[in-house]
């Protein structure tokens, strides 16, 4: 990971060694400002009700019992790849940051919520373009997969 100026938290700059981190720790991805923000209140608020839901919403990296043997390399991509609208659709400069933290409930898409979230980086946005690539690779590039949207 290299520093990113103006913050105190390193940035993963590609894909393999964020996969790295995953298979070391249990982590997480956040899209939002940041943990700066994140961290005043450590709540999220469901945007249809605008509730407030008891913790920060976020997607786990570590991949699931029935994935298998598959490459981890594929499911974090996915897992990247899926939120990656949520960098143009919401306000404000959301970025993508790895997390750890104590998961509490689920939201109201089965997200994990979690509180005493300690961040751990950034995610580079290259690192946003090669798992593109990379999920690109498994659909056959055929134009038919793309970013989960609410």
Do not use: F
Not at 11 to 27: F, I, K, P, Q
Not at 65 to 90: E, N, Q
């Amino acid at each position: 990971m290299t520093s990113n100026s103006g913050d105190d938290l390193p940035t993963v700059g590609s894909l393999d060694e964020l996969c790295d981190l995953v298979a070391a720790r249990h982590l997480y991805v956040r899209w939002s400002t940041g943990p700066a923000k994140d961290l005043q209140s450590e709540n999220s608020t469901d945007e249809l009700t605008g509730g407030p839901m008891p913790g920060l919403s976020v997607n786990c990296l570590v991949a699931e019992d029935w994935w298998g043997d598959r490459p981890l390399r594929l499911w974090v991509a996915r897992r990247l790849y899926d939120y990656s609208h949520l960098r143009w659709d919401k306000e404000g400069e959301v970025r993508p940051w790895v997390l750890t933290g104590d998961e509490v409930a689920r939201g109201p898409d089965n997200e994990p919520l979690v509180c005493n979230v300690r961040p751990v980086g950034w995610i580079g946005l290259q690192v946003i373009d090669e798992a593109k690539d990379e999920v690109g690779k498994a659909a056959g590039q055929d134009g038919q997969w793309g970013p989960m949207r609410r």
